[in-house]
């Protein structure tokens, strides 16, 4: 059975899975805000979470190799 509850807070952890994000987060909240000129929140927003969502497989899958 697993102490991971025990050891960090619900706080803790989503600061884990943010800081593990951060570089989908960041590329993919520029790239939006840049292609999409005349809306630029709503692009990076959109951008950042599209960015996150590569981002965190891509990280999972290649985790290991270095």
């Known amino acids: 059975m697993s102490d991971i509850g025990g050891i960090f807070s619900p706080l803790d952890l989503a600061l884990i899975a943010l800081m ?24 990076a ?6 960015g996150i969502a590569v981002w965190l497989p891509l990280w999972l899958l290649f985790r290991d190799a270095f």
């Open 45 to 50: 927003l959109l951008g950042a979470a599209i």
């Open 20 to 43: 593990i994000a951060a570089p989908g987060l960041v590329a993919g909240g520029v790239i939006g805000a840049l292609a999409w000129r005349a809306r630029r929140v709503a692009g």
